[in-house]
């Protein structure tokens, strides 16, 4: 539970994971309002590919890909209007954990909501759009079980899988915020509070 740091897991250098630090269903109110503000969509690679994950923000930037490529936007090009406001409780959340991390006064700016349903995964990639590579990331994982991989600085090799479960927050800094990483397709199951889904929440300081 929050505030009970029993763990800090370490999978590499700069990589990670506190177990069950989120008390998930008290995110769950505020992850409704910023949907309702910003509908889920399924992005656009520059490729023309469609993501399968459905994808919002909330916060100051939200992270959006199209035709024309990656970026953060100060607006949903869906309303044309700022995204919802951080909700403090994530916002708390993210600091609290980075700084568990050793990564004192991380205050994100932009929270990627990512869901995903049992089939759904995320190919290796690396984050790379944000201004501050000394800022970590901070990874959120609601709902059924996924395993996540990192591999490294390259895109291919071997991997590291990362069983991740509701309440289990990563952090992602230092050597190990360049490398690139991936969700496994995700298993057929069900949560009890959130039911056949996984929601990814992703905090970063994005300007
Ligand atoms: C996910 N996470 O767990 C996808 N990126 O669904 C990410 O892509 C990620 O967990 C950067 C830092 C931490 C992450
Ligand atoms: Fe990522």
């Known amino acids: 539970m929050?505030?009970?740091v029993s763990q800090v897991i370490e999978i590499c250098p700069g990589m990670y994971v506190l177990p069950d630090f989120a008390d998930t269903q008290a995110l769950k109110v505020s992850l409704q309002q910023v949907l309702e503000h910003s509908p889920l969509r399924q992005m656009?690679?520059?490729?023309?590919?469609?993501m399968s994950v459905h994808t919002s923000n909330c916060g100051t930037a939200g992270w959006v890909s199209d035709r024309s490529g990656y970026r953060y936007l100060l607006q949903?090009?869906?309303?044309?209007?700022?995204?919802?406001?951080?909700?403090?409780?994530?916002?708390?959340?993210?600091s609290r954990a980075a700084k568990s991390a050793g990564f004192g006064h991380f205050e994100p700016d932009a929270c990627l909501i990512n869901r995903y349903l049992p089939g759904t995964q995320m190919g290796a990639h690396q984050d790379r759009d944000e201004s501050d590579f000394s800022q970590p990331i901070v990874s959120v994982s609601l709902g059924i079980d996924a395993r996540f991989f990192v591999i490294?600085?390259?895109?291919?090799?071997?991997?590291?899988?990362?069983?991740?479960?509701?309440?289990?927050?990563?952090?992602?800094?230092?050597?190990?915020?360049?490398?690139?990483?991936?969700?496994?397709?995700?298993?057929?199951?069900?949560?009890?509070?959130?039911?056949?889904?996984?929601?990814?929440?992703?905090?970063?300081?994005?300007?």
Do not use: C, I
């Not at 915020?177 to 300081?205: C, I």
């Open 2 to 4: 929050e505030d009970l």
């Open 44 to 50: 656009q690679t520059s490729r023309g590919f469609t």
């Open 152 to 207: 490294g600085p390259e895109k291919r090799g071997k991997s590291t899988p990362v069983d991740l479960s509701d309440g289990d927050v990563m952090v992602f800094g230092g050597p190990a915020r360049h490398f690139y990483h991936g969700v496994r397709k995700l298993k057929d199951s069900t949560h009890p509070h959130f039911g056949a889904v996984r929601w990814n929440l992703t905090f970063r300081k994005a300007l």
């Open 76 to 94: 949903d090009p869906l309303s044309g209007k700022p995204w919802h406001p951080m909700p403090e409780s994530f916002a708390s959340l993210a």
